[in-house]
């Protein structure tokens, strides 16, 4: 096990080279100079070339991507054009909120999924499995600034038990969690459910009732484990599409996060910011799909490396 | 034979259907038999004869909703198990029943440690600890004759070879010494060297244990081997229940005697080897008279029109086939009189 996770952590070293390779480039094609940008309206041509000079924006690229390397290795994200702090020190700031808001997001997508989908399986094409699976596919269809802005509107402005945004107390967390978790909670309803009938359909879950188990116990201890990993996956694969959604719902609900930070930094033209958030996002992305690997090796030792 | 005493289990009766879209078919319409204490029972037929299906309702295990049992009992030690309700049920599966499924590939659960797999049904139904079902289980190992069972029984399916699973799997069923064992062509998907194997463990355990064995399967060989008296079956209908020396020796009805002329002899000769004519009829449309009558070679009018009873031909021998009723012969006499008549 030990050896399975680092071999699979020195996978993950040419991933991180590409995708620092990705963000610098894409960074390239955003229209506009940000040596333009951070002198200001009605600058001289002399300063913006002097600044220029000073960014290194007149090396030549692969240049400057070498320099945007070495400036990562020694911890360096570069510094926000904009507040001249270093990038590093906001993302540090901004980060713990939104993975706190993503890890209770992806707890509602995994159980509420989960649980949605064994309780369809159960009973396939009966009248808990139809109505489970409507549900799931109005949680698929919902986008969520709207499902946000809905949920806003119900819970606080109507009952007013909710907050209606910002990052005060733990009640501040519940309705952006759940705006952010239940498209993920939806689409793994789905995967589970038909990764369980799948199982449930094979000659090792009749053996287990061959030998008088309940059915209870066939369900979570022969039928569950089988039928989680193609579910991981799945659940690998929302994290992703979580972090983006971050970005829309911190900007629903006013909340400062990484999601924000990077829209802000966008709108700004603030390009180190928005260059150091969607790496971290990135790399976020990547140490989760390295955990989804492990866990899948936990549940079948039959995946092996080699 | 074992001595005659009440039997261990006596189906009558059995009837299961299964509505689908297509209508209803019927694998499994009227079985009769009676199984002694450490006798073995062999139940042969084609594929789709409906073998497999009586072994599934005894235990009750049939693909539900679609499949359920329309008629007749199974009395287990005089108990009904097909009223019994299904926690009492749960009771006798794996603990006075037990089954050994032909895939050993897919009949274990690939992601459990098969020692678990075993101590499981010994911790459900006799109550013993954790550490105590597990020692059974390595016991029950060794037992069926794997090689070091403590490390084996650690270890999940996919690091075991197929015949050493398909011991797991008997290891699995006699793990609480179950009154009947049945065992569903359990040596199909097997090397012949492993076949002998798995035959000679469940024999020799049956001898030790001294339950009664319904032993499922295609393979004539099989039963020769193992088998006291035989069912045959075809397309849901017991055709002829016989004792095993006696089907070999003086097979009665015409599809047993197809199945034994296709057997491949030995000390022939021959380019093609034999078959029965013709295809087994559709569960969903079975024919009014003999299920057989469309394939058999000595097929009269009667025959399509009423499907035979059991006629019981001697003391252990009971065939379903109009040869054996008082009206053949006269039968075929009014037959030759109309032909006669015909020709002048």
Not at chain 1, 200 to 224: M, P, S, V
Not at chain 2, 14 to 28: A, E, H, Q, R, W
Not at chain 2, 121 to 130: D, T, Y
Not at chain 2, 281 to 294: A, E, H, Q, V
Request: hydrophobic fraction near 45%; glycine fraction near 8%.
């Amino acid at each position: 096990m030990a050896m399975f996770i680092f071999r699979r952590l020195f996978q993950t070293i040419p991933v991180i080279i590409g995708v620092t390779f990705v963000v610098f480039f894409i960074m390239q094609l955003v229209p506009g100079d940000p040596a333009v940008i951070l002198a200001g309206e009605g600058a001289s041509k002399e300063t913006i070339e002097a600044l220029r000079e000073q960014l290194g924006l007149n090396q030549p690229l692969i240049i400057q991507y070498f320099d945007y390397i070495t400036s990562l290795l020694k911890g360096d994200f570069g510094t926000s054009l904009k507040s001249s702090q270093p990038v590093l020190d906001e993302i540090l700031v901004r980060l713990p909120i939104t993975m706190e808001l993503a890890f209770v997001s992806i707890l509602i997508t995994i159980f509420l999924g989960m649980a949605a989908g064994i309780i369809a399986a159960i009973k396939p094409y009966s009248l808990q499995d139809i109505g489970v699976m409507l549900i799931a596919l109005l949680g698929i269809s919902l986008p969520s600034f709207w499902l946000g802005l809905m949920l806003m509107y119900f819970f606080s402005v109507k009952l007013q038990i909710l907050p209606v945004a910002g990052w005060d107390s733990p009640l501040h967390i519940i309705l952006p969690a759940i705006t952010l978790g239940v498209g993920g909670a939806a689409i793994v309803a789905r995967m589970t459910r038909s990764s369980m009938l799948e199982v449930i359909g094979q000659d090792y879950i009749r053996t287990a009732r061959a030998k008088g188990i309940k059915e209870t116990i066939i369900i979570f201890k022969h039928a569950l484990r089988n039928a989680l990993i193609p579910v991981i996956t799945v659940v690998g694969l929302q994290f992703g599409a979580l972090l983006g959604g971050t970005v829309l719902v911190e900007s629903i609900f006013a909340i400062n996060g990484l999601g924000r930070m990077i829209v802000d930094a966008i709108r700004m033209r603030d390009l180190p910011m928005v260059q150091g958030g969607v790496l971290v996002a990135s790399l976020i992305f990547v140490i989760v799909n390295l955990l989804v690997d492990i866990f899948y090796r936990l549940f079948n030792k039959r995946i092996d490396l080699n | 034979m074992a001595e005659k005493e009440i039997p261990i289990l006596e189906v009558k009766g059995l009837k299961t259907y299964f509505t689908t879209k297509k209508g209803t078919s019927k694998p499994v319409d009227g079985i009769d038999f009676v199984l002694n204490k450490g006798e073995t029972l062999g139940i042969v037929g084609e594929s789709g004869c409906g073998k497999s299906m009586t072994s599934l309702s005894i235990l009750r295990l049939i693909p539900s909703p679609s499949g359920k049992i329309a008629g007749g009992s199974i009395l287990f030690k005089g108990k009904d198990l097909v009223k019994l309700p299904e926690s009492e049920m749960r009771k006798v599966r794996g603990n006075d029943i037990s089954m050994i499924f032909q895939e050993p590939m897919t009949s274990l659960n690939p992601v459990i440690p098969v020692g678990e797999q075993i101590a499981e049904a010994i911790r459900l139904h006799q109550n013993l600890g954790k550490k105590a079902a597990w020692e059974k289980s390595v016991e029950m190992l060794r037992l069926v004759g794997i090689p070091s069972p403590e490390k084996r029984a650690k270890q999940e399916p996919f690091q075991l070879s197929g015949g050493m699973r398909q011991r797991v799997m008997i290891a699995m069923a006699l793990a609480c010494s179950p009154e009947i064992l049945i065992a569903d062509e359990p040596t199909t998907a097997l090397d012949v060297t492993i076949q002998a194997q798995i035959l000679e463990i469940i024999k020799n355990l049956q001898k030790q244990l001294g339950m009664g064995v319904i032993m499922i399967t295609h393979d004539l060989g099989v039963v020769a081997e193992t088998c006291d008296q035989v069912v045959v079956m075809y397309a849901g209908n017991i055709v002829e229940h016989t004792s095993s020396k006696e089907l070999f020796a003086n097979p009665k009805h015409p599809y047993t005697q197809g199945l034994l002329a296709s057997l491949p002899n030995i000390t022939e000769d021959v380019e093609e080897l034999r078959t029965i004519e013709g295809t087994i009829p559709s569960p969903y449309n079975l024919p009014k008279g003999c299920r057989f009558s469309s394939r058999c070679p000595h097929s009269k009018d009667i025959c399509s029109e009423r499907n035979p009873e059991l006629f019981e031909v001697s003391d252990d021998t009971k065939v379903r086939c109009w040869i054996y009723s008082d009206n053949w012969n006269n039968q075929s006499k009014r037959e030759e009189e109309c032909l006669n008549e015909k020709h002048s």
